[in-house]
């Protein structure tokens, strides 16, 4: 049996869609909510609810709605949306919910996306309040962004079917729209949301774009979108919700609040039950009634809380034969999956549908994000815009007024006065429609609830909070609102408490007999409606979650199989498997081939930061622990910086490139930290130095050359550079051609061995990489990955920073007390190195580790102990170890460590526990290999 | 997002910037003239009071310029900016 | 040999048009200048016939010894200067020759950013998707330069006459070439 009018709706009766609910096969038409078209079956029963497993269905017919959870099961399964909020499509599928929804095992394959978006005047809600203010301000020539969440503008007028001006509403709402799409600089979006208002008019609205398409949607149009507008001024009109009242048994399907019962009506074309009863505190629900019952529907009786009941409201309800009982109210009602009766008093009343009403709540959401402050209104029974804001100005019924023809005013006035503070004249007047409403007062009752059984009295329906879970509440001594929230969840579930809310505070004021203006009102937190995650992460996901920075020679690597680690944003190199190779296996094969003959590593994530000015040297001495003034044009130096606190930052090579100027390299991670310390010093403590600093990290590629026969391979690639140790020694640096291109050159070695680090432009890298590996070939050159480069530089006890340092390290922790200057009068650190807390003999200190079994490789990570039986709990750590690692030149593992006195613990045997056992280690100096240095000069 | 307005580029997203702490710290003229004690307190003490709050901002993915700001602790408004080296401003909280 | 960071994405940027033309102008010379000397930058303008721009936020345009030049706001006492291929050491040169002894650096960073030229009917749309400033001409008239986030990279963008040039760390150009044609996708379907 179908339950819709002949005529009327905006729907197109002239196309059907199929679609599945709870495994049922139904149909509807285009227009339709999925919660209108089951209305239109005669399906009220939505869903089971998620304490007590009671039947619930539809109260509302907007987003304010708490009960109609559903789970959309095709095109692709989505849980948790309203059923009053999904928009029928040819094919839908969809179940009830009892409070939790299920989420899809398979990717989501929908786009999602955001836009930035700036204007002078946002206008959020599109109902007539809205329209004029947006024309308003459009008129005044300001950039103006009109969204409502609704498919079509209209808000509250969408619900009726009344006249403007002597015609349909739809037509006086369908000319501000024109009129408004094609102002230029005017934006209007519908099926949007404005979910969040923030500081500095920054507002985030959700696009609903392509769901009502259903399996139609194109691919390539993001379906959600998020709209991060920043605007000058914003118009709050977005509406009131409908409040209803609390009695026992209230949660009946086919309880419904009374507008929105007219919404289905007039909007949709659908009758909400073929006999009912209005229960109501105010005069809009007779509206309601009287549409309804010249709709079809049976009104069995009206029952209006109020003592008397509107006369001139009386009368019309008389002509068309509905009894109206004043001071009267509803105690109860019977039913299994719906209402079959109401309780009036003693009275048992049969009916399907009742209809409720308890007045309006604004909408004050987005008006108390914007940190406005809501003053409660007694007459109304809610919570209103209590403060004029500098940017933000509320108009309609979101301020309490329901009377249409002051809306309108209040969205002219609004519209004026955002256009005017943003720099705007507005020129003539908007005329604001006639109206020839019924309903245009306010004077109601403020009702919360119906005495009778607490435990059936349901306050929030989501949630399956009754009235004896508020008086549990209080009775336990919760006076705060937000405490009584958490305690009860009341306004926790999908809808915010957007029905709920307001009923809870006035029940909570009762029974502590306070008034409610004196209760602070709860805090409205984004989002105003759900947001899923998916349309926040919007398309920063996969390859773009987060940039990857790649350098120029990265495609060789690519194509010579290298697998990459990830280095801050960077990928580097990790290791070039061979085939049949793991981990181990090719980085042995890497480390044998650089110490034994040569390989190379791509070095040009490195930080380079050029250094120049006649003070260039004074504030490197400042930076670093060591002397670089004194270096000499030509010359390398190794240096460490650190924090004020005399804790290592930092650690790399200074070239001193000229007298004015220097070539300063840091750790891959550091780069951008390092030049944001450097300008800091220069900026604010040391603005009368000459010294500018310039990044040229991506401007060189760095390719170290590492090993016994690199300066064979360097010879035959820069024939008109002398690469003998006499003329090109350690610590020293040449420009000269390589592969011919201008290079770099300089000699500098992180392993130890003999090697040369080459720098040409990005531009460059790549041919000169090339060109190495093809001069290498006699020699076998390797290329290598970081994980080499990591076993490499342990093995000469050279510490990385951040893994053996982690801002409680110093230079002297780490065996580094050369490379602190004892002549300089003052940098940066140096004053905390004289503090009795570094100076302590058992500070954590850089150690090499062997583990008596060769074979053994501790976990980077694991706790030092000291003795070889665990004791009771506490356990004395004594460190940890930083690096572990397999050494092919050692022919064993070996690790570094950070260990308390570790300097004096040399020889001695400690252990680490590694899983159930403990692993016998002894202590030995960080440098293991060739500690001699013999290797350095090839 | 908040927008704060650099004193050269004017008002941008807050994302653009990176916050340096508070401002009017000046690095002791002569460290090794102080005691532990008062080293310390630079190094390691800083103010926080509810309220105005003088501090360093750096407009790192634009001007790359540091500047010194006014916050209102309690609601994150900037009362003030001004260039380093510029006296702080009277504000009203 | 050279190649420029986003040899490889040619063929994919191409097919963008016509919502969006994206070409990438490789190799081009590129100093950064720190200066504050009011004389120091006029000569360092006239040696290039060019007028360093005095406000912030806007690049400034010439020809002279060196072609087309431009030179770009990038903070209180730095500039970028542009020009065509191989003129970096030159203009190098004459620049530290206008510094003379002033307080001030001059560096070739030429391959530190990589150049990309933004035109069609959509630039304006797709930089919305990443971009917080507002590219609405009356905010951001032509000659405006700024430096901004573009979704996660920092990005120089120029508001030119007809489209933009944006200027992108070189180890970001993929990153940020992804990220474009990926923003475009809606636009291909509907230009």
Not at chain 1, 821 to 849: H, T, Y
Not at chain 2, 7 to 12: A, D, V
Request: net charge negative; with cysteine; aromatic share 8%.
């Amino acid at each position: 049996m179908t339950h819709r009018t002949p005529t009327g709706g905006s729907i197109d009766r002239n196309t059907l869609l199929r679609f599945t609910f709870n495994g049922t096969e139904y149909t509807g038409h285009p227009g339709d909510t999925l919660a209108s078209a089951l209305l239109a079956n005669g399906v009220h029963s939505i869903g089971t609810s998620v304490k007590l497993g009671r039947p619930r269905g539809v109260v509302a017919a907007g987003s304010e709605d708490p009960t109609s959870l559903v789970q959309v099961e095709a095109p692709f399964s989505e849980p948790m949306l309203l059923a009053t909020t999904v928009e029928l499509y040819d094919g839908l599928v969809a179940r009830g919910l009892s409070g939790q929804g299920r989420l899809s095992a398979e990717p989501d394959p929908a786009r999602y996306d955001a836009k930035h978006e700036h204007c002078d005047v946002l206008v959020v809600g599109a109902g007539p309040a809205g329209l004029v203010a947006a024309l308003t301000a459009a008129r005044a020539g300001a950039r103006v962004v009109l969204v409502d969440e609704q498919n079509q503008a209209g808000g509250a007028l969408l619900g009726v079917d009344e006249y403007l001006d002597d015609r349909p509403s739809a037509e006086w709402v369908a000319d501000v729209v024109a009129e408004l799409k094609s102002t230029p600089g005017v934006l209007v979006l519908e099926r949007t949301t404005a979910f969040g208002m923030y500081q500095d008019g920054f507002v985030l609205a959700l696009q609903k774009r392509t769901d009502h398409l259903g399996f139609a949607a194109p691919a390539a149009v993001a379906r959600h979108r998020v709209w991060r507008i920043r605007t000058r001024q914003t118009v709050l009109a977005t509406g009131a919700h409908e409040r209803p009242v609390v009695f026992a048994d209230n949660d009946r399907p086919g309880i419904m609040l009374a507008s929105s019962a007219r919404t289905f009506l007039h909007r949709y074309g659908v009758l909400p039950g073929s006999r009912a009863v209005v229960f109501t505190t105010n005069d809009s629900a007779y509206c309601a009634a009287i549409d309804l019952a010249e709709s079809g529907v049976d009104i069995a009786l009206i029952v209006d809380a109020r003592a008397e009941a509107p006369a001139r409201l009386s009368t019309e309800c008389a002509a068309r034969g509905i009894e109206v009982r004043a001071g009267q109210f509803v105690t109860g009602t019977e039913g299994s999956s719906r209402v079959e009766a109401v309780l009036v008093g003693d009275q048992r009343i049969a009916c399907d549908t009742l209809l409720v009403s308890g007045g309006w709540n604004p909408v004050v959401s987005l008006f108390s994000q914007a940190r406005g402050a809501l003053r409660y209104d007694s007459e109304l029974g809610a919570f209103v815009p209590g403060e004029e804001l500098p940017t933000v100005r509320v108009a309609g019924s979101a301020t309490g007024e329901l009377d249409l023809t002051a809306c309108t005013r209040q969205g002219r006035d609004a519209g004026a006065g955002a256009a005017r503070a943003a720099g705007f004249t507005p020129g003539g007047q908007v005329p604001l429609p006639a109206s020839d409403s019924r309903c245009t007062a306010r004077s109601g009752l403020v009702l919360w609830r119906v005495p009778g059984s607490d435990d059936t009295s349901f306050v929030d329906l989501q949630r399956d909070s009754t009235v004896a879970d508020v008086l549990r509440a209080t009775g336990a001594g919760l006076r705060s609102l937000e405490h009584i929230k958490r305690y009860t969840t009341i306004g926790t579930a999908h809808d915010q408490g957007k029905t709920s809310g307001m009923i809870a505070a006035g029940i909570v004021a009762e029974a502590l007999g306070v008034e409610l203006g004196e209760q602070r009102p709860t805090t409205f937190r984004p989002p105003y409606t759900s947001v899923s995650f998916a349309a926040l992460a919007g398309r920063d996901r996969g390859e773009l979650h987060d940039p990857v920075r790649v350098t120029s020679i990265h495609p060789w690597h690519v194509e010579h199989g290298a697998l990459f680690e990830n280095v801050g944003q960077w990928k580097r190199p990790w290791y070039y498997p061979q085939p049949g190779e793991d981990l181990h296996t090719a980085v042995l094969r890497e480390c044998r081939a650089t110490r034994e003959s040569v390989g190379l590593m791509d070095g040009s994530t490195l930080g380079k930061i050029d250094v120049q000015g006649q003070d260039a040297g004074k504030f490197l001495d400042m930076l670093y622990t060591n002397l670089m003034s004194t270096l000499k044009v030509g010359k390398i130096r190794y240096g460490v910086m650190c924090g004020v606190d005399g804790m290592v930052i930092d650690d790399g090579t200074v070239i001193r490139v000229g007298e004015e100027r220097y070539l300063v390299t840091t750790t891959t991670g550091n780069a951008a930290k390092i030049l944001d310390w450097m300008e800091e010093w220069l900026q604010t403590e040391w603005p009368h130095l000459d010294v500018h600093c310039t990044s040229v990290t991506e401007h060189w590629a760095t390719i170290p050359l590492v090993g016994p026969r690199s300066r064979d391979v360097l010879a035959a690639v820069a024939p008109d550079l002398d690469v003998s140790n006499e003329a090109f020694e350690f610590m020293t640096w040449h420009d000269t051609t390589v592969a011919g291109v201008p290079a770099r050159v300089c000699r500098i070695s992180f392993s130890g061995e003999l090697a040369y680090e080459i720098n040409v432009t990005g531009w460059h890298g790549l041919t000169v990489w090339k060109a190495l590996m093809e001069a290498g070939k006699p020699y076998g050159i390797t290329p290598y990955g970081t994980e080499t480069m990591h076993v490499l530089r342990a093995e000469k006890g050279y510490p990385i920073i951040g893994q053996e340092t982690d801002a409680t390290v110093t230079p002297q922790d780490l065996g580094m007390s050369w490379a602190v200057s004892k002549k300089k009068p003052d940098f940066i650190g140096k004053r905390s190195f004289a503090r009795a807390e570094n100076n302590r003999s058992d500070r954590k200190q850089l150690v090499g580790l062997l583990p008596v079994d060769p074979a053994v490789l501790l976990p980077e990570g694991s706790q030092i102990v000291e003795t070889d039986r665990l004791p009771e709990p506490p356990v004395r750590m004594l460190g940890h170890v930083t690096s572990s690692y397999p050494s092919a030149a050692l022919g064993r593992t070996f690790a570094l460590a950070l260990v308390r006195s570790g300097h004096d613990r040399i020889g001695e045997t400690l252990y680490v526990p590694v899983e159930d056992a403990l692993v016998p280690v002894t202590v030995t100096e960080s440098v293991l290999y060739d500690k001699e240095g013999a290797r350095r000069d090839g | 997002m908040q927008l704060i307005p650099c004193p050269w580029c004017g008002p941008r997203e807050e994302a653009e910037f990176h916050y340096g702490g508070q401002a009017h710290v000046a690095y002791p003229e002569d460290p090794s003239a102080l005691s532990d004690e008062e080293w310390a307190q630079y190094v390691f003490f800083r103010e926080n009071p509810s309220g105005p709050f003088a501090e360093r901002w750096s407009h790192s993915a634009g001007c790359r310029r540091w500047f010194n700001a006014v916050r209102d602790t309690r609601t994150h408004d900037l009362l003030a900016v001004y260039r380093v080296g510029e006296p702080m401003p009277e504000v009203t909280a | 040999m050279t190649v420029s960071p986003l040899a490889a994405w040619t063929d994919r940027l191409a097919a963008l048009a016509p919502a969006l033309d994206v070409t990438e102008v490789p190799f081009r010379s590129q100093l950064t200048v720190r200066v504050s000397d009011p004389d120091a930058i006029a000569a360092m303008g006239d040696a290039l016939g060019v007028r360093f721009p005095a406000v912030p936020c806007t690049f400034s345009a010439g020809t002279g010894e060196f072609g087309a030049v431009e030179v770009l706001w990038l903070g209180p006492d730095e500039f970028l200067v542009t020009a065509s291929p191989d003129l970096q050491v030159t203009i190098e040169e004459v620049l530290r020759g206008a510094l003379q002894d002033v307080r001030g650096s001059v560096v070739d960073t030429s391959a530190q950013r990589t150049t990309v030229v933004l035109q069609g009917p959509r630039a304006r749309d797709v930089l919305a998707h990443g971009c917080s400033v507002d590219l609405h001409p009356a905010s951001a008239p032509r000659g405006t330069c700024v430096q901004t986030l573009l979704a996660r990279t920092g990005i120089v963008l120029q508001v030119n006459d007809d489209g933009y040039t944006i200027l992108v760390r070189s180890s970001f150009a993929e990153y940020f070439a992804a990220w474009l044609a990926d923003a475009a996708t809606e636009y291909l379907a509907v230009p």
